[in-house]
């Protein structure tokens, strides 16, 4: 390899690397694998993480048309019963809660 060293190769170092760990304890040598093998999984996790949902889910926007003859009173009119649908949806949540606050005894 042309980025290492004349007297050095891949093959060299691996050896230099076996003898010098057969010269540390069994501890020292555990020690050594753990430490690279968390840092392996935390980089192949990166690796990963990246590669997976990057991206947002396509968003669902309904829009409803109306018709450009529309008078002030129909606008009025849907926006009163809008409101209506609100205010009920509002009041099941109240509910809902209620009926929770009750069930976990909560006052």
């Not at 170092?13 to 430490?35: H, K, N, T, W």
């Not at 690279?36 to 990246?50: C, G, K, Q, R, S």
Request: a neutral charge; glycine letters at 0%; aromatic letters at 6%.
């Amino acid at each position: 390899m042309s980025w290492l060293p004349h007297p050095s190769s891949p093959v060299a170092a691996l050896r230099d690397l076996a003898a010098f760990m057969r010269q540390r304890s069994r501890e020292q040598v555990i020690a050594a694998f753990l430490a690279v093998l968390v840092t392996a999984i935390i980089v192949i996790e990166f690796v990963v993480d990246a590669k997976i949902g990057t991206q947002p889910p396509p968003q669902v926007v309904e829009v409803q048309l109306y018709s450009p003859k529309r008078t002030d009173a129909d606008i009025k009119a849907d926006q009163k019963k809008d409101q209506a649908e609100r205010e009920a949806a509002k009041k099941a949540d109240q509910e809902q809660f209620k009926q929770l606050a009750k069930q976990f005894h909560i006052d």
